[in-house]
């Protein structure tokens, strides 16, 4: 009897120990998320005329509460034992110094006719930071840190590129930490009524003040708020614009598979796109509108070896009159990526094709249904809405489709998608302002934290 008494605790001491492993982790975790120093939000000056708050504390103690007591994920919870035990304290930053238990702060203002993003992490290890962060920077980019603060500054211009911008970006955090100002949303807000019955906590913040968009849309005042529980993320805002020219199409694109629309593209977002667009040899005017739907990616064996091809239905809005021979101009680099065009209205891809059609001077349609453009007055400044389960389909491909599945930020992607019950985010103009609302809401039985932290830990390999 004694030695059957024995090997019974034998079995279970070790699973007592790994919850109570698991629990005083977690309980370090937390109570490091609560008296993280939040001194990064006194380094964003007065005048800023854009600001993100993202609330990471609240999302901790909110995702822990729900992760124990209400899913009683034991997987989920397996996978954050294993986190949690190779990671110091609960936190597996180590390598930059960033503490991710405290609250994110990005800020934006108007430098050299341009404009700086500036992004504010509260440290737990300075010297790590100061070590590691230059390696991670692009030439636009440069750091900057107090004893607790680390800074990380973005230039985006519209203009010729400036050689010294490093130095004088060095030069910018140095006489923001001198000055140092407040962060306006800091201060006390109003708790919402509904949100105590419905058990919503604020998870970011986003507030403009004369921001600018790009050239036709510019803001007077404005704020965006996202608000969660356990099953959906709620966003809602209200923008104050100045002198809003009427930003509207002629043509719409009739919605399928994963759809987005956008007008809102700002100066930083327009200097991508044409960068990309120049990778592969296709040269544009610069962009008013982009409407897509996306449908998945198709992978396909030819002759000459693998052809990428994404299935999916754009329709872009220039700003000027533009010709097709003129966008592609230089056909040679999507042909060494297995594309041919096929006279002025084709682009083959092996089995799939695209079709070309300057709908009018300054719409252009590249896609595979031409028959979803209509033609109809939009309005719509931004919208996202659709299967978001398209963005991580894959066809074809055997063995490298495989391999892809399996690789930790596409599999972590794939997870939270297939969790998602319906996303919907999308902005009109109303006269004078425009509305935001947005809703992301999860399927039953599946909950918003847990999604969330699966998704963490899954990209970082330990899901």
């Given at each position: 009897?004694?030695?059957?008494?024995?090997?019974?605790?034998?079995?279970?001491?070790?699973?007592?120990?790994?919850?109570?492993?698991?629990?005083?982790?977690?309980?370090?975790?937390?109570?490091?998320?609560?008296?993280?120093?939040?001194?990064?939000?006194?380094?964003?000056?007065?005048?800023?005329?854009?600001?993100?708050?993202?609330?990471?504390?609240?999302?901790?103690?909110?995702?822990?509460?729900?992760?124990?007591?209400?899913?009683?994920?034991?997987?989920?919870?397996?996978?954050?034992?294993?986190?949690?035990?190779?990671?110091?304290?609960?936190?597996?930053?180590?390598?930059?110094?960033?503490?991710?238990?405290?609250?994110?702060?990005?800020?934006?203002?108007?430098?050299?006719?341009?404009?700086?993003?500036?992004?504010?992490?509260?440290?737990?290890?300075?010297?790590?930071?100061?070590?590691?962060?230059?390696?991670?920077?692009?030439?636009?980019?440069?750091?900057?840190?107090?004893?607790?603060?680390?800074?990380?500054?973005?230039?985006?211009?519209?203009?010729?590129?400036?050689n010294n911008i490093n130095k004088k970006l060095k030069a910018y955090l140095s006489k923001v930490i001198k000055n140092k100002g407040k962060f306006r949303a800091e201060k006390q807000a109003v708790k919402d009524p509904d949100d105590l019955v419905l058990n919503k906590t604020d998870f970011f913040?986003?507030?403009?003040?004369?921001?600018?968009?790009?050239?036709?849309?510019?803001?007077?005042?404005?704020?965006?708020?996202?608000?969660?529980?356990?099953?959906?993320?709620?966003?809602?805002?209200?923008?104050?614009?100045?002198?809003?020219?009427?930003?509207?199409?002629?043509?719409?694109?009739?919605?399928?598979?994963?759809?987005?629309?956008?007008?809102?593209?700002?100066?930083?977002?327009?200097?991508?796109?044409?960068?990309?667009?120049?990778?592969?040899?296709?040269?544009?005017?610069?962009?008013?509108?982009?409407?897509?739907?996306?449908?998945?990616?198709?992978?396909?064996?030819?002759?000459?070896?693998?052809?990428?091809?994404?299935?999916?239905?754009?329709?872009?809005?220039?700003?000027?009159?533009?010709?097709?021979?003129?966008?592609?101009?230089?056909?040679?680099?999507?042909?060494?990526?297995?594309?041919?065009?096929?006279?002025?209205?084709?682009?083959?891809?092996?089995?799939?094709?695209?079709?070309?059609?300057?709908?009018?001077?300054?719409?252009?349609?590249?896609?595979?249904?031409?028959?979803?453009?209509?033609?109809?007055?939009?309005?719509?400044?931004?919208?996202?809405?659709?299967?978001?389960?398209?963005?991580?389909?894959?066809?074809?491909?055997?063995?490298?489709?495989?391999?892809?599945?399996?690789?930790?930020?596409?599999?972590?992607?794939?997870?939270?998608?297939?969790?998602?019950?319906?996303?919907?985010?999308?902005?009109?103009?109303?006269?004078?302002?425009?509305?935001?609302?947005?809703?992301?809401?999860?399927?039953?039985?599946?909950?918003?934290?847990?999604?969330?932290?699966?998704?963490?830990?899954?990209?970082?390999?330990?899901?």
């Amino acid at each position: 009897m004694p030695m059957k008494v024995f090997l019974i605790f034998k079995k279970v001491i070790p699973f007592f120990l790994g919850i109570l492993f698991l629990w005083s982790s977690l309980l370090i975790f937390s109570s490091l998320a609560n008296k993280s120093s939040q001194n990064a939000a006194y380094y964003i000056p007065e005048n800023s005329n854009f600001s993100f708050k993202l609330n990471i504390k609240d999302f901790l103690k909110s995702s822990t509460y729900t992760m124990i007591f209400k899913s009683k994920d034991q997987g989920l919870l397996n996978s954050l034992q294993k986190y949690l035990s190779k990671s110091k304290d609960g936190i597996d930053n180590k390598d930059i110094g960033i503490d991710f238990t405290s609250d994110i702060y990005i800020y934006g203002e108007e430098f050299e006719n341009g404009q700086n993003y500036v992004v504010l992490f509260n440290l737990l290890n300075p010297r790590s930071f100061r070590k590691n962060i230059p390696s991670l920077l692009d030439k636009n980019q440069s750091f900057e840190q107090t004893k607790d603060v680390g800074m990380i500054v973005t230039h985006f211009t519209k203009g010729a590129k400036n050689n010294n911008i490093n130095k004088k970006l060095k030069a910018y955090l140095s006489k923001v930490i001198k000055n140092k100002g407040k962060f306006r949303a800091e201060k006390q807000a109003v708790k919402d009524p509904d949100d105590l019955v419905l058990n919503k906590t604020d998870f970011f913040e986003i507030n403009v003040n004369s921001f600018t968009f790009n050239d036709d849309i510019k803001s007077k005042k404005g704020k965006i708020l996202g608000k969660l529980n356990e099953k959906s993320l709620d966003i809602i805002g209200q923008i104050k614009m100045i002198n809003p020219p009427l930003i509207e199409s002629k043509w719409t694109l009739i919605s399928d598979g994963f759809h987005l629309e956008t007008a809102m593209i700002s100066n930083a977002i327009q200097d991508s796109i044409q960068k990309y667009f120049n990778k592969i040899g296709i040269k544009t005017p610069n962009i008013q509108r982009i409407s897509m739907n996306y449908y998945g990616m198709d992978l396909q064996e030819s002759d000459d070896g693998l052809v990428i091809a994404p299935v999916f239905d754009l329709l872009l809005t220039f700003k000027d009159d533009f010709k097709i021979n003129q966008i592609f101009e230089d056909f040679s680099i999507l042909e060494s990526l297995g594309y041919e065009k096929v006279g002025n209205k084709m682009i083959s891809a092996n089995k799939l094709n695209y079709y070309i059609d300057s709908i009018d001077s300054k719409n252009l349609f590249l896609g595979k249904n031409l028959k979803q453009v209509i033609r109809k007055k939009n309005n719509t400044l931004f919208e996202i809405v659709g299967d978001q389960k398209a963005l991580t389909t894959i066809k074809g491909g055997g063995f490298i489709t495989s391999f892809i599945q399996v690789i930790p930020p596409f599999k972590a992607s794939k997870n939270l998608f297939a969790s998602i019950e319906k996303i919907h985010i999308k902005s009109k103009q109303i006269n004078k302002d425009v509305e935001i609302f947005g809703e992301l809401k999860f399927k039953n039985n599946y909950y918003l934290y847990n999604e969330f932290l699966k998704f963490y830990l899954t990209m970082k390999g330990d899901n």
